[in-house]
């Protein structure tokens, strides 16, 4: 089970800090990651993290102001944004597949668990 949380409204310019915690799996087995979904949309891969939080991988548009790590003591992966824009304006949830490297996360049909989905709104 997976458990999303931090987003908000927020202004253009802000930052957040997502959480997801995880329970019932051996959570160091898994790569984690970041996906987003704005209205109409797709979801689309944001960020993953090995299992061992010592690789990470960012899609192309998140390069710079996204940042993606792990506490396995916490059993916890954190999604930073920073400099926030409107077009951030999704709702994100967090991810877990099993033994996957951290570019692997993002392919969807190979993810085991998925979080419910926090709300992040970026007002202009």
């Known amino acids: 089970q997976l458990q999303a949380s931090g987003g908000g409204l927020v202004q253009a310019g802000g930052s957040l800090r997502l959480s997801c915690a995880a329970s019932?799996?051996?959570?160091?087995?898994?790569?984690m990651g970041w996906f987003r979904q704005a209205p109409g949309d797709e979801r689309r891969f944001v960020a993953g993290i090995s299992g061992s939080g010592g690789s990470t991988y960012y899609v192309d548009y998140a390069k710079g102001r996204f940042t993606i790590s792990r506490d396995n003591a916490k059993n916890t992966v954190y999604l930073q944004v920073h400099s926030l824009k409107p077009e951030d304006t999704a709702v994100y949830f967090c991810?877990?597949?099993?033994?996957?490297?951290?570019?692997?996360?993002?392919?969807?049909?190979?993810?085991?668990?998925w979080g419910q989905g926090t709300q992040v709104t970026v007002s202009s």
């Open positions: 991810a877990a597949a099993f033994y996957t490297s951290a570019q692997f996360v993002g392919n969807i049909q190979g993810v085991d668990y």
């Open positions: 019932g799996f051996t959570f160091n087995r898994y790569g």
